[in-house]
């Protein structure tokens, strides 16, 4: 079993960043980790992914502006938000899975408003 916190949501002014953090109680290197959000009344939506060899992939609708990174060393998987605009906003959750073991984070609100 591996538990998932995330941390660093708040609230921002369009144009803004914040800094994701997920950190998890056991070692994840072998897992991919994922970044998912959900804002009220959408489905959920897949925002970024980095593989255990540190392949990435972005939503287009984020790419350029957000970046996920990992440090196996802390257990932690990152997700660096620029250049937010009021779409942004939703309920982010970390995601890791390996082979058949998925585990999911708790979620941080961030919320981008003026």
């Known amino acids: 079993q591996v538990q998932l916190v995330e941390s660093g949501g708040g609230e921002v002014q369009p144009g803004g960043s914040l800094r994701l953090s997920c950190a998890a109680s056991r070692m994840i290197a072998l897992y991919t980790a994922n970044w998912y959000r959900q804002a009220p009344g959408n489905q959920r939506e897949l925002v970024a992914t980095?593989?255990?060899?540190?392949?990435?992939n972005y939503a287009d609708s984020v790419k350029g502006r957000f970046a996920i990174s990992r440090d196996n060393a802390k257990n932690t998987i990152y997700l660096q938000m620029n250049s937010l605009k009021p779409e942004d906003t939703a309920v982010y959750h970390c995601?890791?899975?390996?082979?058949?073991?998925?585990?999911w984070g708790q979620g941080t609100q961030v919320t981008v408003s003026s």
């Open positions: 995601h890791i899975q390996f082979k058949l073991l998925h585990y």
């Open positions: 980095i593989t255990d060899g540190d392949i990435t």
